[in-house]
């Protein structure tokens, strides 16, 4: 069974920065998708940034200009590199990982809390 394990989660001030990883048990070139969703308390979990096999990379709305995905294929490691941190951007953070296959297979982290507060 695939794992996926975020890191990086933290309290931090509004106009801070945070890194998150997230680590896999498995080559992430095996991978097609790999997205970074977030939820906060009492909202739908949403997709805030997505990187494909081919590098393809793209951001919700909300964070442009202020995050960054990133990967490193060595460390079987995806980031998410976020600044400019609002109090909007509280949430429990997860990662996912789609293979298309066949047959098609996805998994979850378990999440990392940002809290960005004064």
């Known amino acids: 069974q695939v794992q996926l394990e975020e890191s990086g989660g933290g309290l931090v001030q509004p106009g801070g920065s945070l890194r998150l990883s997230c680590a896999t048990s498995?080559?992430?070139?095996?991978?097609?998708?790999m997205r970074w969703y977030r939820q906060a308390s009492g909202k739908e979990r949403e997709m805030v940034a997505v990187?494909?096999?081919?590098?393809?990379?793209d951001y919700a709305d909300s964070v442009k200009g202020r995050f960054t995905i990133s990967r490193d294929n060595a460390k079987n490691t995806v980031y998410l590199q976020m600044n400019s941190l609002k109090p909007e951007d509280t949430a429990a953070y997860y990662c996912?990982?789609?293979?298309?296959?066949?047959?098609?297979?996805?998994?979850w982290g378990q999440g990392t809390q940002v809290t960005v507060s004064s």
């Open positions: 996912y990982a789609l293979a298309f296959g066949p047959p098609r297979r996805d998994y």
């Open positions: 498995a080559s992430i070139s095996s991978f097609n998708i």
């Open positions: 990187i494909t096999k081919s590098s393809s990379i």
